[in-house]
């Protein structure tokens, strides 16, 4: 039997609440999310970053429908709880972060993110009074689907050009008072900050792997207090190089021997309805 979207989203939130560190693995289409379900991950997520690329466009380019569009298919694919990068909302209003959370529940989403950057370079980030209310809008309109949404806010300083490490528990708070259940701050430089975000907070964290040299161990992330691993374009960007590597050769040597370093997968069995 078909799994509902309640004993999904019950799911998701169950994992939040165990014992245990988990992974939630970052998608690009419908068969790398049945392959990463065939892999035993428990839950799936989206990149903004991907979901771009994909449309030959630069992150923050994609609008709502597009978004969705990418998740769709995704969620489709697997059993799996599947939770989308929002990015900001799609909009600057608290509505439009509102109306994000509700359109990505009507699409079989259970969770979601919103964060705090504005995608305008000259004033990276939301002030943090007006990030905290979108914060809120995006909390209440998650309260009022059907299900349990699990809403993720982030704090982007890191990766926006802000070097402010105290702004960034002072926001991460702030979401957390707003009613966030997850809390992130991608491109935290250092397992010590790792640590001490996790301890100035009570709700669970996610942190991003994805970046060189600020991609830890899950061992010490867990030690660390941190609850989710999220891998952001990682995998995406493995794949992508790969192929990058093959065409080069065709071009350049006028040979396919990366067909013989192909992976052997059973695409017959990972695709089967």
Not at 9 to 36: K, P, T, W, Y
Not at 169 to 191: C, T, W
Request: contains cysteine; aromatic residues 6%; negative net charge.
């Amino acid at each position: 039997m078909p799994i509902s979207q309640s004993e999904k989203a019950n799911a998701f939130a169950a994992l939040h609440q165990g014992s245990e560190i988990f992974v939630i693995a970052n998608a690009f289409d419908g068969c790398s999310a049945r392959m990463l379900d065939a892999l035993g991950f428990n839950a799936i997520a989206t990149s903004s970053w991907v979901q771009a690329a994909l449309l030959g466009k630069m992150d923050g380019n994609t609008t709502r429908e597009e978004a969705l569009a990418h998740a769709a298919p995704i969620v489709g694919a697997t059993d799996l709880p599947v939770s989308a990068d929002l990015e900001k909302g799609f909009g600057d209003t608290p509505e439009d972060a509102a109306a994000t959370i509700r359109e990505a529940g009507a699409v079989g989403l259970v969770g979601g993110s919103i964060e705090d950057a504005t995608g305008d370079p000259s004033a990276a980030i939301y002030d943090i009074v007006h990030a905290a209310e979108r914060v809120e809008a995006a909390v209440e309109a998650a309260r009022e689907l059907p299900f349990k949404f699990t809403l993720t806010a982030r704090a982007e300083n890191f990766v926006r050009g802000v070097d402010d490490f105290d702004d960034t528990i002072e926001r991460l708070q702030a979401f957390e008072k707003a009613g966030a259940d997850v809390l992130m701050s991608p491109g935290l430089p250092s397992l010590d900050a790792v640590r001490q975000v996790c301890s100035c907070v009570t709700k669970p964290v996610n942190f991003m792997a994805g970046i060189p040299g600020q991609s830890f161990s899950k061992a010490d992330l867990a030690a660390a207090g941190v609850k989710r691993i999220s891998l952001a374009t990682s995998l995406y960007t493995y794949a992508i190089t790969a192929m990058h590597e093959a065409a080069k050769e065709i071009q350049d040597k006028g040979t396919f021997d990366y067909i013989d370093r192909t992976t052997a997968v059973d695409f017959n069995t990972i695709l089967k309805d």
